[in-house]
């Protein structure tokens, strides 16, 4: 039970210290105490949850002028930004989704003077660009955020988004005329699948009750749909929802979402949460055509399982039941058991990840937690065999799952960029792909920068995986300026990846950039994910406190040149750092960042949540919750870093109020003379497809930050 009590009593700001150097816009405090099974906590900006009201919103306007005031002013902040571009285009046209149907390749495409993709076609991997949609044309601030094509290659279904919202417009285009069909299908999430049928009449998806993400209703009670192409939306077939199905027994919270297996044969329903397990139903494709499909269980949260693909009558899953480190099994579609499974891959000291399929073969990586091999295995004989991939950081998929065996696999490292590879399952022939690859050449980054992979002990001795990048020209006497990040949440893996413009240009800044593998991922498989949630999440910030220790001990950096970083659900991560330890950072940049954990879940998407960090109205996960909020963590008095604290005010995920209300407590608490900033992004959502958009928030960040650190190329104007 939660109880409150308001005071009517204004209380506004105190900390002269702050407020001699910094002119924050006043910020009121109206205290309200929350009382959570026992514990109190005092609230003095619950005021500024209403978004809606027009004195939250002059004061996100406020800070914002206020900020910008500030950072646009910074020399070198152009120069970043400029670089960052220039980088760019060093690497040339950038491809992104590809898919085939026979012989047309249709793709995304980034040009490198151009700052959003494009969706194009071309006949044959080495035809012409033809251009079919440029967003930019629909409306300023559109972005794409997926597509696929029909099985009969004369319709194409896109996703629209808008300001990076993450609320999508589906739209169809005829691809003989290039013109977009009436039928509009509104609104719908840009990471939901939507499929055509096989006959190319119709096509499947999720949508939303609502697209205004400060509405009770938004990510919540939404609907699976059939829609019939040219007919009117309104009457859709509902395939699944809480209100139609409650034999599912949905939460409002879970999202259905359609797809086919690969030959037709079935209809499967997914249920998605944040939870990384799978809860799947199916049923026969020909109850597509009943009034109300007939759904039967197939894969229960209880059988553990985070991946699973069908070939012919086999579905092959991975879990981690019994098995820390996954393993890799099957059984039969038409009467599974997944008790009692054939297990191909058995549990061993490398982690079993990333299942994918293409036509007949399923693919799977083995990893050390950082480098990996990729193995397929024949979906009809089970024949098991090694891709001859370099060992490395592999990620992969295929062009078209329905049609062949081609796959794209690319190869990452840190400061080395992507090598693109075209492999064909049944043949076994491996090569390097030029057709969708990078136009440019980037330069030899391993002759500037070297980069480490190490362990270091963290609080309680576990070992934590610690990736460190830094300029082989460095002084190791604690002078260097580190940027060091980390998650640390839903079993996510960092593995390497070419850093690009943003990082690199820190990089060229004399500037070390060090990941910490921190628990509450899944690099170290299923229990480096479970020893980072709920009751255990102190190890995630823990984790990141032991890792900058080391940067520091080993005179990588010092206190006074260390930047720590956390994005969104890693806002818990920082957040929780600097209120613990305030005096092991200089700076801290805190990105669309969950920083009041107790309040998350009266979000629209908190109830998503829960499985990851549990309920505030659970007794037992409330102490915990409670643990990972940063706002109630803040003290009057104390001195915090510099902190740059960024939302983007159409973030469906991470609600503005969030990082807005830890602006306001820290402004108003700290007693150092570091400046606390709000950077508020009125075009853009929890991140953006804009390259202009992202390219300026992160030379925002980084030039706020190597200010703060004396980098003498980055002052405040006079």
């Known amino acids: 039970m939660i109880r409150k009590t308001t005071f009517a009593l204004l209380l506004f700001i105190t900390n002269q210290v702050t407020q001699a150097q910094y002119k924050y816009p006043a910020t009121p405090e109206r205290p309200v105490v929350d009382d959570y099974f026992g514990t109190k906590i005092t609230d003095s900006y619950r005021w500024m949850e209403d978004m809606n009201s027009p004195e939250v919103q002059k004061w996100f306007k406020d800070e914002s002028d206020y900020t910008n005031s500030i950072v646009k002013t910074i020399s070198g902040r152009d120069d970043l930004f400029k670089r960052m571009k220039e980088i760019q285009a060093l690497g040339g046209d950038q491809y992104g989704l590809i898919r085939q149907v026979g012989d047309i390749y249709y793709y995304t495409k980034n040009k490198k003077d151009e700052n959003i993709d494009k969706l194009y076609l071309r006949k044959g991997k080495n035809g012409a660009d033809i251009l079919l949609i440029d967003p930019s044309t629909i409306k300023k601030g559109a972005t794409i955020t997926s597509f696929i094509i029909s099985p009969d290659n004369k319709k194409l279904a896109v996703t629209i988004s808008q300001d990076g919202a993450e609320v999508c417009d589906l739209q169809i285009m005829d691809l003989e005329s290039k013109k977009f069909l009436s039928d509009k299908l509104t609104p719908v999430w840009s990471e939901f699948p939507f ?194 991939l370099p060992v490395g950081s592999i990620a992969g998929y295929s062009l078209s799952p329905r049609q062949n065996d081609d796959m794209l696999f690319f190869i990452d490292g840190w400061v080395i960029p992507s090598t693109t590879y075209n492999y064909n399952g049944e043949t076994g022939i491996l090569k390097k792909a030029t057709e969708f690859t990078s136009s440019g050449l980037y330069p ?26 830094y300029p082989k020209n460095i002084k190791m006497d604690g002078s260097t300026p580190c940027y060091i990040t980390g998650y640390g949440a839903y079993g ?29 991922g899944g690099e170290k498989g299923d229990k480096w994910h479970k020893d980072g949630m709920k009751a255990k999440k102190p190890n995630t910030w823990k984790d990141f406190i032991a890792c900058t220790e080391y940067l520091i001990n080993k005179k990588y950096t010092s206190k006074e040149k260390l930047i720590g970083n956390g994005v969104s659900m890693g806002g818990i991560l ?94 108003n608490y700290n007693s150092s003379t570091n400046p606390i900033l709000l950077h508020v992004n009125y075009v853009n959502g929890h991140h953006s497809s804009d390259l202009d958009v992202t390219f300026g928030d992160e030379a925002d960040m980084f030039a706020f930050a190597l200010w703060q650190v004396g980098n003498p190329k980055f002052q405040i104007a006079k």
């Open 195 to 388: 499929e055509f049928t096989p006959d190319s009449k119709a096509i499947t998806y999720t949508q939303m009750v609502t697209r205004d993400n400060t509405s009770d209703d938004f990510l919540k009670n939404m609907k699976a749909l059939l829609h019939i192409i040219g007919t009117d939306s309104k009457t859709d077939k509902i395939l699944a929802s809480k209100e139609n199905n409650p034999e599912l027994n949905l939460l409002t919270e879970q999202f259905p979402k359609i797809s086919f297996s690969n030959d037709y044969s079935y209809i499967i329903l997914t249920i998605g949460s944040t939870k990384s397990d799978e809860l799947s139903f199916y049923a026969p494709f020909s109850e597509l055509s009943k009034p109300k499909i007939n759904w039967k269980t197939l894969i229960k949260y209880e059988d553990e399982i985070s991946g699973s693909h069908i070939i012919g009558d086999k579905i092959f899953f991975l879990t981690h039941k019994n098995a820390p480190n996954y393993k890799l099994a099957y059984t039969s579609i038409e009467n599974p058991d997944f008790n009692n499974p054939t297990i191909l891959i058995p549990e061993n000291d490398r982690v079993v990840r990333r299942i994918r399929k293409s036509k007949n073969f399923i693919y799977y990586n083995l990893s050390d937690g950082i480098n990996q091999e990729i193995f397929q295995v024949n979906g009809k004989t089970l024949e098991t065999k090694r891709v001859p």
């Open 574 to 667: 920082i957040g929780r750092a600097i209120t613990e330890r305030p005096d092991l950072f200089k700076v801290a940049l805190i990105e669309v960042g969950d920083t009041n954990t107790i309040r998350m879940e009266t979000t629209t998407n908190g109830p998503n949540q829960i499985p990851e960090i549990g309920s505030i109205k659970n007794e037992e996960d409330a102490k915990h919750i409670l643990e990972m909020d940063s706002q109630s963590k803040v003290k009057k008095g104390e001195k915090y870093p510099a902190v740059l604290i960024r939302t983007g005010i159409n973030d469906p995920r991470v609600t503005p109020w969030e990082p807005g209300k830890f602006t306001a407590i820290l402004q």
């Open 444 to 469: 030899d980054y391993t002759k500037k920068f070297a980069t480490k992979e190490i362990e270091i002990p963290s609080h309680d001795g576990v070992m934590v995986p610690l990736t460190i990048m």
């Open 492 to 520: 996510s893996s960092d593995f390497p990846y070419f850093v690009g413009p943003s990082l690199m240009t820190l990089l060229e800044q004399n500037v070390i950039v060090a990941i910490a593998h921190v628990r509450g």
